[in-house]
């Protein structure tokens, strides 16, 4: 059974920056493209950013771009998403999540991803 593990949220102020961290096991890392969602009190979880099993195609939510960046370490089976100049509205739950084999290319939905973690919870404060 895959495992992913989040961490890192927290309570921040407006502008501030925060780097969450997932920590997956060996089935739920190699050879998938990871991704980040994030779900608001109320909302659905929406996609945030996401990079291929090589690390050399990412792709970004327009609300984040500029501001978040995703990267993996594969040799640790982590992957992370360094989020800078935060705002109020970027505050929900944060998921890590790995796609179905093969990661290839960048998956945007949440029925192409087969592992999630259990989120960590992100909240700004203006």
């Known amino acids: 059974q895959g495992q992913l593990a989040e961490s890192g949220g927290g309570l921040v102020q407006a502008g501030d920056s925060l780097r969450l961290s997932c920590a997956a096991s060996?089935?739920?890392?190699?050879?998938?493209?990871m991704g980040w969602f994030r779900q608001a009190l109320g909302k659905e979880r929406q996609f945030v950013a996401a990079i291929t099993r090589s690390g050399t195609i990412t792709n970004y939510a327009d609300s984040v771009k500029g501001r978040f960046t995703i990267s993996r370490d594969n040799a640790k089976n982590t992957v992370y998403l360094q989020m800078n100049s935060l705002k109020p509205e970027d505050t929900a739950v944060y998921y890590c999540a790995a796609s179905y084999l093969p990661g290839l290319r960048i998956e945007m939905t949440l029925s192409s991803y087969e592992y999630w973690g259990q989120g960590t919870q992100v909240t700004v404060s203006s």
């Open positions: 060996g089935r739920a890392f190699s050879g998938r493209t």
